[in-house]
């Protein structure tokens, strides 16, 4: 009969996992092993964070490989910003930058970047949401981005404390001035960003 020698080689199999869950697997994300996350490993941005990326995770590549559920190849780097020494993690699909992951050396996770057009806030904004849908006008809310992208404006997410969306578009006015808000209302977020503190 053939029940009793499965029944004796199941004691094997189950003593073969235990043994494999203890093993040190360097760079594995057991959170990508789950079931469960292969196929809703959907992340939203929320006044938490991304994913699990929140302001307490440490700025180290499992810490962030695990946040993010393990869905992107990530690549690491170090800038400099008012003197501090700064870490990143940038999330990649194939060579394309996902997400943008930052915080101080040796520290905790305190920016994310997303630019992953499959991410959206918990209020349903995503790349490619107009303003308009949005706000009514600038004022109050926006301000001209900061950073490599100077005709970016950033405005912050309503009923947010915590997440900001940065808007482009066409505009032929000087870089130096916000764009007026009829220029502004055919622009689309073109990131979306959480930031530790207040934006």
Not at 7 to 29: E, F, I, R
Not at 118 to 135: C, D, H, M, R
């Amino acid at each position: 009969m053939t029940i009793r020698p499965l029944l004796l080689a199941l004691p094997l199999v189950l003593s073969g996992c235990s043994t494999l869950s203890n093993m040190s697997m360097p760079h594995m994300s057991w959170s990508s092993l789950n079931p469960m996350n292969w196929f809703a490993s959907h992340l939203k941005v929320s006044e938490q964070g991304v994913g699990t990326l929140t302001a307490d995770t440490p700025m180290t590549e499992a810490a962030v490989n695990d946040g993010l559920n393990g869905n992107y190849h990530l690549r690491s780097g170090m800038s400099m910003s008012d003197g501090k020494m700064r870490a990143f993690y940038q999330a990649m699909t194939d060579k394309t930058v996902q997400i943008t992951v930052s915080g101080a050396a040796k520290g905790k996770v305190d920016r994310i970047v997303v630019t992953d057009p499959a991410i959206e806030s918990q209020w349903g904004v995503k790349i490619g949401t107009p303003f308009n849908t949005l706000y009514s006008k600038a004022f109050g809310a926006c301000q001209k981005a900061r950073g490599l992208e100077p005709r970016d404006v950033e405005c912050k997410a309503p009923d947010s404390q915590h997440v900001s969306y940065i808007f482009s578009g066409d505009w032929q006015g000087p870089e130096e001035l916000m764009p007026a808000d009829d220029a502004l209302k055919d622009w689309k977020v073109s990131k979306i960003v959480w930031h530790a503190g207040n934006p």
